[in-house]
Nanobody, 132 residues
Framework: HAQLEESGGGLVQPGGSLRLSCAASGFTFGNYAIAWIRQAPGKEREGVSCISSSDGSTYYADSVKGRFTISRDNAENMVYLQMNSLKPEDTAVYYC?????????????????????????WGKGTLVTVSS
């Protein structure tokens, strides 16, 4: 069955950068949109970014626009999240996730933001800590 595995988290100072990776297996990766979701300590899950399966369009939460970049490599079944200008409020466990039931609208319909708890597949997450 479908599997997602995140990596690349760690401790970084404010203003620093990290690149997260998500390795996918068990499904036709190129047919599905992939989202990055995060959960900060004591906070609800928050949609961060999404990349579509059709044309590779990218989507971002307002809180990370201009700082984060999502990308994918369908040949390698990989999704990445390049995070620059990190802030302490970016501290969270970051997950990659997808919903196989709505591959065409997962990103464009903002489901990665509005339905963060209704996705079909999740990784175990990778912790990003932004602190001095």
């Amino acid at each position: 069955h479908a599997q997602l595995e995140e990596s690349g988290g760690g401790l970084v100072q404010p203003g620093g950068s990290l690149r997260l990776s998500c390795a996918a297996s068990g499904f036709t990766f190129g047919n599905y949109a992939i989202a990055w979701i995060r959960q900060a300590p004591g906070k609800e899950r928050e949609g961060v970014s999404c990349i579509s399966s059709s044309d590779g369009s990218t989507y971002y939460a307002d809180s990370v626009k201009g700082r984060f970049t999502i990308s994918r490599d369908n040949a390698e079944n990989m999704v990445y999240l390049q995070m620059n200008s990190l802030k302490p409020e970016d501290t969270a466990v970051y997950y990659c996730a997808t919903d196989i039931s709505r591959p065409l609208t997962f990103c464009s319909g903002n489901y990665y933001i509005t339905s963060v708890n209704d996705m079909d597949y999740w990784g175990k997450g990778t912790l990003v800590t932004v602190s001095s």
